[in-house]
């Protein structure tokens, strides 16, 4: 086996980030033989000596404070019980924490305002679209440089070039956060785009989720955070003697307008060539004409470094098929139900040609594209022609699609989907004897894709595109298996946070789109509580779990239902939305979710040591517990409401006594085999898991393998390359997306169940696997999983009469490895 091995080492569960705050956490994967101890080092500032642990894969930084705008080198060593010791190395940058830029803008009394032909440019003016801003710097570096970094942010969207070369490839940076608590910068190594001489720092802005429109509420479309966009940055310069210098945003900076006419998430974008102003991001280029900036504020105390990967280009789709519908249109398929953008290469037309790219996820039964579920997201991005050919792209928008209907040229160029998403590295694989199940697992990914966009958004189509809580705890086991998500959730958590009010309730969505906090529907609020809980068993961090944060949402409910049935401060209460057989009470959800909440937050608690807080809850969790029961739960072990959704709740929280559970297991079983599924977004995540472990795995593989609507495999086979909003795909079009990931919760279960991919049920890190294949009636599958301790694989097939299997566990962890036939092996 050899030595332990060291492997993939994470700084905050990012490679080599930039812009570090506070007190990192230091972890590894683990290759070879089983580790007994480790030590952490980082330079000559801080080691954590040797400990014994053979568990441990990751270390809290914990030495003196480190330096702004510092590269520290790292590295971990590893022992095995043969003595021998073998080490790995990385790097991580801190961010800058000391500002003084000022934050500018364009003058907005000064603003060049279009006043456009067409009817449909028209429409947008008066939405409030204007141009995107281009605000610029020149600047003189008297001798070489030996390092640059830029660290930069927007109120908006930013797009950063220097002498006419982009800056990194982050899109739609900086990302969404509620910008009233906190505002995320980006730091980027530019010493090969600068050099001695003259230079130039150029920057487009748009209004992003700060200024422009964003969900679905008509009251207040747009302008959530501010009314124009604004950017601040710094360019820290160390020059080859040892110098430095750092070129600001402040009041030398000119702006002016350009191409891009608006740009807008919702309503796409426009560039006009026409305005193109060539050579404003180079040195030379004389901005005389162009107006001052605005220095609008020099207030620092919301910027914060990224703590996530960003957004970016992952792929490209060449089209499957391309159709010409009229003498200027032509419908183009790309095969899959994506998130992101077209580029579209345009041959020389006359100047004033208007080329427009509507976007849409299907097709109307004529074959025209199918808008209506779009609401008011107009999804549409227009170029205005030169004289010669061009390659178009927006840069400030993103749709949901799989079909673009491109109008006003006779003749296309190359076109590409541009696929965009947050850059979470994928880690899981999962295959099996039958396709259908395979695109299943496709359909899922590719959910995830589009809807993982700097938020976990429930649809990336239509105006609505927000953090919905629910879709997020009931996908993210789901979630954690495809990808590493880590840093993701570490970021969105804080968006969880900001959002919860003085009296600790969490809301629906995160971020905030409004200023009032919004009460949180039982099992959406949850989300604050059951999130990090998860990301604390999946990833071995405890830093995840905020337990005053928990504690308080927990506290909150009490507060309001203290007779321990939860009727008050319900929000909105969804219920188990999209369910398509009875309704589940309300109250029998409410409580089942104020029990697992308060569960989850007496074991955070006891994990960072607050034993006090951990009896409470832990007795609180107890009393709900016997309130269910005595309420809603009759001496034969039926769930007021007969529902599955009743049943999987309790006997997935361990609402009920043995006695009561085999009984109500009995009855679930019952209702799905007369029904088929009929759980919604709050049940659907735990009908294949609850029936497996409640000895009816045959029910679960046919509920997988169900082809009649209600049913996964229905989407399938009717075409679906994403996950549909409805199980049936059909209804009102304001309300059916046809990429929207809660049903692809399922996705757990093909590795957990189907493959057999499981942790014990207080392992941490998959220290404790518990591998238990079910194959139903499936001849093989396999599945594989980069954990967060190490690799994780299983393959079984079915020969005649032979089950054959082959496992792979991680370093440091063990395996109890139970058989079809009921053979366990340890």
Aim: a negative charge; charged letters at 20%; glycine letters at 10%.
């Amino acid at each position: 086996m050899g030595a332990a091995l060291p492997h993939d080492l994470r700084c905050d569960h990012r490679t080599t980030p930039l812009g570090v705050a506070g007190r990192p956490s230091l972890g590894w994967r683990l290759e070879g033989a089983d580790p007994i101890a480790y030590r952490v080092d980082v330079g000559e500032v801080w080691s954590s000596g040797r400990i014994e642990d053979p568990d441990a894969i990751c270390h809290p930084y914990d030495g003196p404070p480190l330096l702004p705008r510092t590269r520290y080198a790292w590295r971990v060593t590893l022992w095995d019980g043969t003595g021998a010791a073998r080490t790995a190395e990385s790097w991580f940058e801190t961010g800058n924490d000391a500002w003084t830029a000022a934050w500018i803008a364009p003058d907005p009394h000064a603003v060049e305002h279009v006043d456009p032909p067409t009817e449909g440019e028209r429409a947008l003016a008066a939405h409030g679209l204007l141009p995107c801003p281009q605000l610029r710097r020149s600047f003189e570096i008297p001798r070489a440089v030996s390092t640059a970094r830029l660290y930069i942010s927007a109120k908006g969207l930013y797009h950063a070039l220097i002498n006419g070369r982009r800056v990194g490839d982050a899109e739609l940076a900086p990302g969404w956060t509620d910008y009233r608590e906190r505002l995320q910068y980006q730091t980027y190594d530019v010493t090969s785009l600068v050099g001695e001489g003259e230079n130039a720092l150029a920057v487009t802005v748009a209004d992003g989720w700060w200024s422009g429109f964003a969900g679905f509420d008509p009251r207040q479309p747009g302008y959530h955070y501010g009314r124009f966009p604004e950017l601040i940055a710094e360019l820290h310069l160390t020059l080859a003697d040892g110098s430095t210098r750092v070129v600001m945003t402040d009041g030398s900076w000119r702006t002016a307008h350009g191409h891009v006419r608006h740009g807008d998430l919702l309503k796409g974008e426009c560039h006009d060539l026409r305005a193109a102003t060539p050579g404003w991001d180079l040195p030379g280029f004389d901005d005389s004409a162009w107006h001052p900036v605005v220095v609008t504020g020099a207030d620092h105390h919301l910027l914060v470094p990224s703590a996530d990967e960003p957004v970016r280009v992952l792929r490209e789709l060449a089209p499957v098929s391309v159709t010409r519908t009229g003498p200027l249109t032509h419908l183009v398929d790309f095969g899959q139900n994506l998130a992101g953008r077209v580029r579209l290469a345009v041959p020389a037309q006359e100047p004033g040609t208007r080329v427009v790219v509507r976007h849409g996820e299907k097709l109307e039964d004529d074959g025209r594209l199918h808008t209506a579920n779009l609401r008011t997201a107009d999804a549409t991005d227009m170029l205005v022609t030169a004289s010669t050919a061009a390659s178009f792209e927006p840069r400030f928008t993103y749709h949901g699609f799989r079909y673009a209907e491109i109008s006003g040229v006779e003749r296309l160029g190359e076109v590409k989907a541009v696929v965009l998403h947050s850059d979470t590295r994928w880690t899981g694989t999962f295959e099996c004897s039958d396709p259908e199940i395979n695109r299943l697992h496709r359909n899922i990914e590719w959910g995830q894709r589009g809807n993982f966009v700097s938020v976990p958004t429930d649809c990336p189509q239509r105006d609505e595109r927000l953090g919905w809580m629910a879709d997020a705890q009931v996908f993210l086991p789901t979630a954690c298996l495809n990808a590493d998500v880590a840093a993701f959730f570490a970021k969105w958590l804080r968006d969880v946070r900001d959002a919860q009010s003085p009296e600790g309730g969490f809301p629906n969505v995160a971020p905030r789109l409004t200023g009032v906090a919004e009460e949180g529907a039982p099992g959406w609020a949850d989300a604050g509580v059951l999130v990090p809980w998860h990301l604390y068993t999946v990833y071995g961090d405890a830093r995840f779990l905020d337990v005053d944060s928990m504690a308080a949402w927990v506290d909150f409910v009490l507060r309001h239902n203290p007779g321990l049935i939860w009727r008050e401060k319900t929000g909105p209460h969804y219920a188990d939305w999209l369910a398509p057989g009875p309704a589940t009470p309300r109250e029998v959800v409410a409580t089942a979710f104020f029990h697992r909440s308060a569960h989850l937050t007496a074991r955070a608690a006891q994990v960072r040591g607050r034993y006090g807080e951990a009896d409470r809850f832990h007795s609180l969790a107890s009393g709900i517990r016997t309130t269910f029961i005595k309420t809603f739960v009759d001496p034969r072990g039926a769930v007021m409401g007969d529902t599955q959704t009743g049943y999987l709740l309790a006997l997935a929280f361990d609402l009920l006594p043995a006695a009561l559970a085999r009984r109500a297991a009995e009855r679930l079983a019952e209702l799905v085999e007369e029904n088929g599924p009929q759980a919604g977004f709050l049940g659907v995540n735990l009908l294949c898991p609850v029936l497996s472990a409640t000895g009816r795995p045959d029910l679960a593989h046919a509920l997988l393998r169900r082809t009649d609507p209600p049913s996964w495999l229905h989407q399938v086979r009717n075409g679906a390359t994403t996950v549909w909003e409805r199980w049936d795909g059909e209804g009102a079009p304001s309300m059916n997306s046809f990429n929207h990931y809660a049903f692809g919760s399922v996705g757990e279960w093909l590795y957990t169940g189907v493959a057999g991919i499981a942790q014990a049920p207080d392992s941490v890190a998959y220290r404790e696997l518990v591998i238990r294949p079910l194959p139903g009636d499936l001849s093989w599958a396999r599945a594989s999983y980069e954990s967060a301790r190490g690799r994780i694989a299983v393959s079984w097939e079915r020969a005649d009469e032979d089950f054959r299997l082959s496992v792979t566990v991680p370093p440091g962890a063990s395996a109890t490895v139970h058989l079809p036939d009921g053979r366990v092996h340890r």
